[in-house]
Protein backbone atom coordinates (compact mmCIF):
# COMPACT_ATOMS: atom_id res chain seq x y z
CA UNK A 1 0.00 0.00 0.00
CA UNK A 2 1.32 3.35 -0.36
CA UNK A 3 0.01 6.33 0.98
CA UNK A 4 0.58 10.31 0.02
CA UNK A 5 -0.02 12.93 2.64
CA UNK A 6 -0.54 16.49 1.56
CA UNK A 7 0.26 19.88 3.85
CA UNK A 8 2.71 21.72 5.84
CA UNK A 9 5.34 20.73 8.20
CA UNK A 10 6.59 23.70 10.15
CA UNK A 11 9.41 24.30 12.64
CA UNK A 12 8.37 23.44 15.79
CA UNK A 13 9.44 25.19 19.08
CA UNK A 14 8.41 23.21 22.01
CA UNK A 15 8.77 23.95 25.53
CA UNK A 16 11.37 21.46 27.49
CA UNK A 17 11.74 21.09 31.32
CA UNK A 18 13.39 24.04 32.00
CA UNK A 19 11.84 27.58 31.87
CA UNK A 20 12.11 29.66 28.89
CA UNK A 21 14.14 26.23 27.38
CA UNK A 22 12.97 25.60 23.63
CA UNK A 23 13.88 22.50 21.56
CA UNK A 24 14.12 22.80 17.74
CA UNK A 25 11.88 20.21 15.82
CA UNK A 26 9.94 19.62 12.81
CA UNK A 27 6.01 19.00 12.50
CA UNK A 28 2.59 19.73 11.07
CA UNK A 29 -0.65 17.69 11.49
CA UNK A 30 -0.39 15.75 8.28
CA UNK A 31 3.18 15.26 8.65
CA UNK A 32 2.70 14.03 12.23
CA UNK A 33 0.46 11.55 10.90
CA UNK A 34 2.85 10.53 8.18
CA UNK A 35 5.36 9.88 10.40
CA UNK A 36 3.87 8.20 12.99
CA UNK A 37 2.09 5.99 10.22
CA UNK A 38 5.81 4.69 8.67
CA UNK A 39 6.80 4.42 12.45
CA UNK A 40 4.29 1.64 12.83
CA UNK A 41 4.07 0.12 9.67
CA UNK A 42 6.92 0.31 7.98
CA UNK A 43 5.72 -1.86 5.19
CA UNK A 44 3.59 1.05 3.82
CA UNK A 45 5.48 3.14 1.60
CA UNK A 46 4.62 6.73 2.90
CA UNK A 47 4.93 9.54 0.90
CA UNK A 48 4.74 13.30 1.33
CA UNK A 49 3.51 16.72 -0.10
CA UNK A 50 4.36 20.19 0.00
CA UNK A 51 6.17 23.31 -0.54
CA UNK A 52 9.30 23.70 0.98
CA UNK A 53 12.48 26.98 0.40
CA UNK A 54 15.80 26.33 -0.82
CA UNK A 55 17.05 27.57 2.38
CA UNK A 56 19.09 25.90 5.30
CA UNK A 57 16.22 24.86 7.70
CA UNK A 58 13.91 23.95 4.42
CA UNK A 59 17.29 21.50 3.75
CA UNK A 60 17.70 20.13 7.45
CA UNK A 61 13.74 19.71 7.35
CA UNK A 62 13.99 17.48 4.27
CA UNK A 63 16.89 15.69 5.47
CA UNK A 64 14.79 14.68 9.03
CA UNK A 65 11.82 13.87 6.44
CA UNK A 66 14.16 11.20 4.58
CA UNK A 67 15.39 9.88 7.68
CA UNK A 68 11.79 9.10 9.10
CA UNK A 69 12.10 6.98 5.98
CA UNK A 70 9.08 9.04 4.19
CA UNK A 71 9.33 9.66 0.40
CA UNK A 72 9.35 13.75 -0.36
CA UNK A 73 10.63 13.56 -4.14
CA UNK A 74 8.09 15.04 -5.71
CA UNK A 75 7.65 17.73 -3.28
CA UNK A 76 7.23 21.91 -4.89
CA UNK A 77 10.42 24.07 -4.01
CA UNK A 78 9.44 27.60 -3.47
CA UNK A 79 13.27 29.30 -3.95
CA UNK A 80 11.62 32.66 -2.80
CA UNK A 81 10.37 31.11 0.39
CA UNK A 82 10.79 28.75 3.66
CA UNK A 83 9.44 26.60 5.63
CA UNK A 84 6.54 28.31 8.53
CA UNK A 85 6.88 27.98 12.00
CA UNK A 86 5.03 27.37 15.45
CA UNK A 87 5.27 27.09 18.98
CA UNK A 88 3.74 25.29 21.26
CA UNK A 89 2.63 26.60 24.85
CA UNK A 90 1.54 23.88 27.60
CA UNK A 91 -1.45 24.92 30.37
CA UNK A 92 -1.22 22.07 33.00
CA UNK A 93 -0.21 19.34 29.46
CA UNK A 94 -3.10 20.83 26.98
CA UNK A 95 -1.34 22.95 24.18
CA UNK A 96 -2.13 25.88 22.14
CA UNK A 97 -0.26 27.08 19.30
CA UNK A 98 1.25 30.22 17.90
CA UNK A 99 2.33 30.30 14.62
CA UNK A 100 4.42 32.64 12.27
CA UNK A 101 3.46 30.72 8.35
CA UNK A 102 1.93 33.42 6.36
CA UNK A 103 4.41 33.41 3.77
CA UNK A 104 5.60 29.49 4.09
CA UNK A 105 6.55 27.60 0.65
CA UNK A 106 4.02 25.25 1.81
CA UNK A 107 1.25 27.88 0.96
CA UNK A 108 2.27 27.15 -3.11
CA UNK A 109 1.66 23.47 -2.70
CA UNK A 110 -1.63 24.02 -4.89
CA UNK A 111 0.26 26.41 -7.20
CA UNK A 112 1.42 23.74 -10.02
CA UNK A 113 -1.76 21.38 -10.91
CA UNK A 114 0.31 18.69 -12.97
CA UNK A 115 2.74 18.72 -10.29
CA UNK A 116 0.17 18.18 -8.15
CA UNK A 117 -1.58 15.21 -9.61
CA UNK A 118 1.51 13.74 -10.82
CA UNK A 119 2.41 13.78 -6.46
CA UNK A 120 -0.96 11.84 -6.68
CA UNK A 121 -0.56 9.44 -9.07
CA UNK A 122 0.83 5.57 -7.89
CA UNK A 123 -0.51 5.95 -4.11
CA UNK A 124 -3.80 4.33 -2.72
CA UNK A 125 -4.62 6.51 -0.28
CA UNK A 126 -4.53 10.26 -0.11
CA UNK A 127 -4.30 12.51 3.14
CA UNK A 128 -5.29 15.57 3.90
CA UNK A 129 -6.47 18.16 6.86
CA UNK A 130 -8.43 21.42 7.55
CA UNK A 131 -5.19 22.94 7.68
CA UNK A 132 -3.89 21.49 4.61
CA UNK A 133 -7.33 23.58 3.08
CA UNK A 134 -6.64 26.46 5.45
CA UNK A 135 -2.80 27.30 4.19
CA UNK A 136 -4.28 27.88 0.64
CA UNK A 137 -5.78 30.64 -1.34
CA UNK A 138 -9.20 29.92 -2.64
CA UNK A 139 -7.77 28.78 -6.64
CA UNK A 140 -5.73 26.84 -4.70
CA UNK A 141 -8.04 25.28 -2.69
CA UNK A 142 -10.13 24.47 -5.56
CA UNK A 143 -7.23 22.86 -7.34
CA UNK A 144 -5.94 20.75 -4.22
CA UNK A 145 -9.90 19.42 -4.33
CA UNK A 146 -10.60 18.76 -7.95
CA UNK A 147 -7.31 16.84 -7.70
CA UNK A 148 -8.77 14.66 -5.27
CA UNK A 149 -12.25 14.39 -6.58
CA UNK A 150 -10.40 12.94 -9.62
CA UNK A 151 -8.69 10.16 -7.96
CA UNK A 152 -11.44 9.37 -5.61
CA UNK A 153 -13.22 8.77 -8.67
CA UNK A 154 -10.02 6.57 -10.41
CA UNK A 155 -10.03 3.86 -7.33
CA UNK A 156 -8.29 5.99 -4.53
CA UNK A 157 -9.21 6.17 -0.97
CA UNK A 158 -9.35 10.00 0.13
CA UNK A 159 -9.01 10.31 3.99
CA UNK A 160 -9.67 13.93 5.89
CA UNK A 161 -8.89 15.72 8.91
CA UNK A 162 -11.30 18.75 9.12
CA UNK A 163 -8.62 19.68 11.93
CA UNK A 164 -10.69 23.30 12.60
CA UNK A 165 -8.21 25.91 12.93
CA UNK A 166 -10.33 29.51 12.96
CA UNK A 167 -6.98 31.50 13.29
CA UNK A 168 -5.88 30.28 10.02
CA UNK A 169 -9.04 31.13 8.04
CA UNK A 170 -10.24 34.53 6.62
CA UNK A 171 -13.54 33.87 8.05
CA UNK A 172 -15.95 31.17 9.94
CA UNK A 173 -18.12 30.63 7.30
CA UNK A 174 -15.32 30.01 4.81
CA UNK A 175 -13.78 27.28 6.92
CA UNK A 176 -17.12 25.92 7.50
CA UNK A 177 -17.66 25.73 4.08
CA UNK A 178 -14.80 24.36 2.90
CA UNK A 179 -14.18 21.99 5.72
CA UNK A 180 -18.30 20.10 4.42
CA UNK A 181 -16.16 20.57 0.32
CA UNK A 182 -13.21 18.41 1.50
CA UNK A 183 -15.66 15.63 3.62
CA UNK A 184 -17.28 15.65 0.03
CA UNK A 185 -13.92 14.54 -1.66
CA UNK A 186 -13.24 11.89 1.52
CA UNK A 187 -13.88 8.36 2.39
CA UNK A 188 -13.31 8.41 6.18
CA UNK A 189 -13.49 11.16 7.83
CA UNK A 190 -11.49 12.08 11.53
CA UNK A 191 -13.25 14.91 13.16
CA UNK A 192 -12.77 15.78 16.98
CA UNK A 193 -16.02 16.25 18.57
CA UNK A 194 -14.78 19.13 20.59
CA UNK A 195 -14.11 21.44 17.60
CA UNK A 196 -17.20 20.33 15.88
CA UNK A 197 -19.21 20.68 18.71
CA UNK A 198 -17.86 24.04 18.90
CA UNK A 199 -17.73 25.50 15.16
CA UNK A 200 -20.66 23.29 13.75
CA UNK A 201 -22.78 23.24 16.92
CA UNK A 202 -22.77 19.35 16.60
CA UNK A 203 -25.45 18.18 19.65
CA UNK A 204 -23.32 14.79 19.90
CA UNK A 205 -20.32 12.51 18.36
CA UNK A 206 -23.27 10.83 16.89
CA UNK A 207 -24.55 14.05 15.15
CA UNK A 208 -21.11 14.99 14.05
CA UNK A 209 -20.76 11.48 11.80
CA UNK A 210 -23.84 11.82 10.57
CA UNK A 211 -23.26 15.07 9.45
CA UNK A 212 -19.88 14.12 7.60
CA UNK A 213 -21.80 10.29 6.38
CA UNK A 214 -24.03 13.17 4.12
CA UNK A 215 -21.56 15.30 2.73
CA UNK A 216 -20.39 11.77 1.34
CA UNK A 217 -17.66 10.03 3.69
CA UNK A 218 -18.18 6.16 4.53
CA UNK A 219 -15.76 6.05 7.60
CA UNK A 220 -15.92 8.24 10.39
CA UNK A 221 -14.02 8.17 13.24
CA UNK A 222 -15.27 11.08 15.88
CA UNK A 223 -12.07 11.68 18.30
CA UNK A 224 -13.76 12.81 21.81
CA UNK A 225 -10.65 13.56 24.30
CA UNK A 226 -10.42 11.58 26.95
CA UNK A 227 -14.28 10.27 26.65
CA UNK A 228 -15.37 7.24 24.51
CA UNK A 229 -14.56 7.44 20.97
CA UNK A 230 -18.01 7.24 18.46
CA UNK A 231 -17.80 4.92 14.55
CA UNK A 232 -19.95 4.47 12.11
CA UNK A 233 -19.08 3.12 8.60
CA UNK A 234 -20.98 1.36 5.93
CA UNK A 235 -22.48 -2.00 8.09
CA UNK A 236 -22.24 -0.56 11.59
CA UNK A 237 -22.15 2.30 14.35
CA UNK A 238 -20.47 2.08 18.09
CA UNK A 239 -18.38 3.51 20.61
CA UNK A 240 -14.94 2.66 22.10
CA UNK A 241 -13.75 3.64 25.70
CA UNK A 242 -10.62 5.04 25.89
CA UNK A 243 -8.56 4.53 28.83
CA UNK A 244 -7.12 6.59 31.16
CA UNK A 245 -3.61 8.46 31.06
CA UNK A 246 -2.59 9.09 34.26
CA UNK A 247 -0.11 12.02 33.18
CA UNK A 248 -0.50 14.47 30.27
CA UNK A 249 2.58 16.14 29.56
CA UNK A 250 1.97 17.61 26.10
CA UNK A 251 -1.30 16.98 24.10
CA UNK A 252 0.46 18.17 20.73
CA UNK A 253 -0.70 15.62 18.06
CA UNK A 254 -2.37 12.91 19.83
CA UNK A 255 -4.98 13.41 17.13
CA UNK A 256 -2.88 13.38 14.65
CA UNK A 257 -1.05 9.59 15.54
CA UNK A 258 -4.25 8.40 16.35
CA UNK A 259 -5.28 9.14 13.00
CA UNK A 260 -2.25 7.36 11.66
CA UNK A 261 -3.07 4.30 13.60
CA UNK A 262 -6.50 4.36 11.68
CA UNK A 263 -4.89 4.80 7.94
CA UNK A 264 -2.45 1.92 9.17
CA UNK A 265 -5.50 -0.36 9.69
CA UNK A 266 -7.31 0.23 6.26
CA UNK A 267 -3.88 -2.15 4.94
CA UNK A 268 -5.68 -5.07 5.51
CA UNK A 269 -9.47 -3.75 6.04
CA UNK A 270 -9.11 -4.32 9.83
CA UNK A 271 -12.15 -3.77 12.26
CA UNK A 272 -13.06 -0.26 13.38
CA UNK A 273 -12.97 -0.96 16.49
CA UNK A 274 -9.72 -2.56 16.91
CA UNK A 275 -7.90 0.40 14.81
CA UNK A 276 -9.64 2.73 17.22
CA UNK A 277 -8.20 1.10 20.11
CA UNK A 278 -4.72 0.90 18.74
CA UNK A 279 -5.25 4.42 18.18
CA UNK A 280 -5.78 5.26 22.10
CA UNK A 281 -2.97 3.27 22.60
CA UNK A 282 -0.79 5.63 20.49
CA UNK A 283 -1.82 8.63 21.19
CA UNK A 284 -1.64 7.83 24.84
CA UNK A 285 2.24 7.30 24.72
CA UNK A 286 2.52 10.62 22.41
CA UNK A 287 0.90 12.84 25.08
CA UNK A 288 3.33 11.74 27.48
CA UNK A 289 6.18 13.43 26.22
CA UNK A 290 6.88 17.01 24.81
CA UNK A 291 6.44 17.73 21.14
CA UNK A 292 4.57 16.28 18.22
CA UNK A 293 6.89 13.52 17.40
CA UNK A 294 7.89 11.36 20.09
CA UNK A 295 10.28 8.51 19.91
CA UNK A 296 7.59 4.80 20.36
CA UNK A 297 8.58 1.56 20.55
CA UNK A 298 7.22 0.13 17.39
CA UNK A 299 6.58 -2.99 18.04
CA UNK A 300 4.32 -2.18 20.62
CA UNK A 301 1.78 -0.94 18.03
CA UNK A 302 1.54 -2.76 15.03
CA UNK A 303 -1.82 -3.04 13.43
O1 LIG B 1 -1.78 23.53 14.09
C1 LIG B 1 -1.06 23.17 13.16
O2 LIG B 1 -1.06 23.71 12.05
C2 LIG B 1 -0.11 22.08 13.33
O3 LIG B 1 0.06 21.33 12.41
C3 LIG B 1 0.56 21.95 14.65
C4 LIG B 1 0.49 20.63 15.34
O4 LIG B 1 1.61 19.81 15.13
C5 LIG B 1 -0.74 19.83 15.07
O5 LIG B 1 -1.78 20.66 14.75
C6 LIG B 1 -1.07 19.03 16.26
O6 LIG B 1 -2.30 18.43 16.06
P1 LIG B 1 -3.23 17.78 17.18
O7 LIG B 1 -3.20 16.31 16.95
O8 LIG B 1 -4.55 18.39 16.91
O9 LIG B 1 -2.63 18.19 18.52
Request: hydrophobic residues 40%; contains cysteine.
Amino acid sequence: MRVLSIGECMAELSPQHEAGTFRLGFAGDTFNTAWYLARISPEINVSYFTGFGSDSISAQMREMISEAGIDHSNCLVVPDRTVGLYLISLDHGERSFSYWRGQSAARCLASDPDKLGQAIEGHDLIYFSGITLAILDASGRATLLSALRTARINGKLIAFDPNLRPRLWEGTDTMLKATMEGAQVSDIVLPSFEDEATWFKDATPKATANRYLSAGGNTIVVKNGADEIYYRDQTREGTVPVPPIAAVIDTTAAGDSFNAAILAGTKDQSPLPQRIALACRLSAAVVQARGALVPINAADFKS
